[in-house]
């Protein structure tokens, strides 16, 4: 089942003019840029138009971690460009270039190309779902690239294009939780990654369900560390104040 049941519209009259201004441009005036203008009422507009529409039809999910946020603001979310608009701005307001993600996604994966072909300028939008290295929120079925697992939220990939909406998304921060304390035992970053990528080819759910919970150990002891090395410091900061 595709996670977009149906792109973005853009009919009331002001919005669509604003849009059909942007697209009727040079290819050399369009930029990125365009979509970061303040103090443009008209374009304020449309962005509400999209991410509202979004967040609905989205569920409130985001299409690249898929965790669920039941913030209403929508301010919360950010719109995303799938193929990004300072990369790729005769996109910017293509109804099925458009999504919201969560903040961290989004940051995530920046201006990462996204396309098999990273030096392709495509005059078009391009909708086979084979064009993209990460999995297309309006072209692919997630499901069949990532297996999401629940409390905690783990990501284990099920193809290349799985493996590479994870890298791109830097989705393996929710097994680093332990980075939140602003320090990360290298080491064990190093053995979550070497068991994030054996489950990559572990097939079998047993065997998946054992990596994972080393994985889950292992986040656990990065945790105790960081909490540990955080007082530690702080202990320190402290004594040097007072000695
Ligand atoms: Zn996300």
Known sequence: MKFIPAPVEYVEEKIKAKVDGYNL???TEKSGKYWDQPDDAALAAV?????????GVQDGKCPYCRQQMLVKHNGAWDAEHIIPKDLHPR????PENLCVSCKDCNGEKSNKNVLKNSNYKPKKLPRNKDAYIICHPHFDTYEDEVKVVMNPLFHIPKSEKGRKTIEICGLLRFAYKMSTYGTVSTGIAD???????????ATEGGEQALILAAIKDKCDEGVEL???ARIADLVKRQSALTG
């Open 25 to 27: 441009l040079k290819e």
């Open 47 to 55: 962005k509400k138009h999209i991410k509202d529409y979004y967040i």
């Open 91 to 94: 996109f910017l307001f293509d």
């Open 191 to 201: 053995e979550i990654g070497v068991l994030h990528r054996s489950l990559a080819s």
């Open 226 to 228: 960081a909490k540990r």
